[in-house]
């Protein structure tokens, strides 16, 4: 089975995720054993960002590093995992690979539509070899 990167890169709508991995030097990291769990945004999420705005990221590959390991969760966190995580209150606080935590929240009439931030998941659960993908509908900014 394919790593995160691979996985990604062949899923066909993460296309400006993995020029953006690439581009800020987290190909190795995220190649790893992990197991991690990326909040991806789509390549639609990456255009909604104002083209100067994401213009200057990839160009500041350390800052892309930051923004991007803000979407990086140090283990495996399946959908219905973040459900129970979520059971009080339906939100949770969760670390990031980069220290700073995200809110994941679930709402919806069953509950099971989950929220990253201000981000919502549209494309859940792929899985690969050392993590999962959740697909985002939006690119989240660390505070």
Known sequence: MPDIVETAASAGNFRTLVTAIRAAGLSEALQGSGPFTIFAPTDDAFNQLDPETRERLFRDPPRLNVLLSYHVLPNRVRGSDAIVMTHDGNVA????????PVRVRREGVTAR????????????HIEASNGIIHGIDRVILPP
């Not at 539509?113 to 859940?124: F, I, K, M, R």
């Open 113 to 124: 539509e989950l929220h990253v931030n201000d981000a919502t998941v549209v494309v859940p």
């Open 93 to 100: 606080e969760v670390p990031t690979i980069l220290g700073v």
